[in-house]
């Protein structure tokens, strides 16, 4: 079974900081994804990849498959980005990490 | 839009007794999945329907059925609810099995005493 390692558990940032969330992997997947867990507990999915980098306003996702690596970055971090982020790979069934939680401060 | 609808948000029950929990989503889409959450844990794959009619068992099955209704609703069932059952459900969705993004309901916080 994939082992799936999120980095670093908890993170704390000062408004505006570029952020950098990291996702390991044990075994080789189909795709990943990103997810943001709210304070409040719903989960939105942010990005799904398989190769390459996507882009969507701040945030960043890039995958490198044969380091079995994955990043999540942030640009201009705001205390709206306060959330978990979740990292799951696609092998059979998704497989989840922990989860980073995030906290950015005004 | 409405998307991922999942009631109720809270239960609590007692050893032994039963509950459903419901969802319905409105996106058409074919997929469905329950998981649940638990401290400490990633998300966990209890059971999934990849298109309406079938459904298949998840990394934690024991304990739980599912039922997918039709195309819309996917419901969770706690015939004998335990302790080891205490969590947050989530029910998510997505067009075309798991190479398509998920779309979470709000999820249930469930406690059994």
């Known amino acids: 079974k994939n082992e799936v390692e999120q980095s670093p558990q908890n993170l704390t940032a000062q408004e505006g900081e570029f952020i950098t969330i990291n996702c390991s992997y044990s075994?080789?997947?189909?795709?990943l994804h990103w997810l943001q867990q709210h304070p409040g507990g719903g989960i939105v999915s942010l990005f799904m990849?398989?190769?390459g980098k996507k882009k969507h306003g701040r945030l960043i996702a890039t995958i490198n498959i044969q380091e079995k690596h994955s990043s999540l970055h942030i640009t201009a971090s705001h205390p709206r980005d306060s959330a978990v982020y979740i990292c799951?790979?696609?092998?059979?069934?998704?497989?989840f990490g922990k989860g980073t939680k995030l906290s950015v401060k005004p | 839009n409405a998307g991922v609808t999942q009631t109720p948000k809270f239960q609590v029950l007692k050893t032994g007794q039963s509950m459903t929990l419901q969802c319905a989503q409105d996106m058409n889409h074919n997929s469905m999945y329950w998981y649940r959450q638990d401290p400490g844990m990633g998300l966990r794959l209890i059971y999934y329907s990849a298109s309406e009619g079938t459904t298949d068992k998840g990394e934690v099955p024991n304990g739980y059925n599912v039922s997918r209704l039709n195309k819309r609703e996917f419901s969770l069932r706690l015939e004998s609810a335990a302790p080891s059952q205490t969590s947050v459900y989530f029910c998510?969705?997505?067009?075309?099995?798991?190479?398509?993004?998920?779309?979470f309901g709000n999820g249930t916080r469930l406690t059994v005493t």
């Open positions: 998510a969705s997505s067009e075309n099995g798991r190479n398509s993004p998920l779309h």
């Open positions: 990849l398989s190769s």
């Open positions: 799951a790979v696609l092998e059979g069934n998704l497989i």
């Open positions: 075994v080789g997947i189909s795709a």
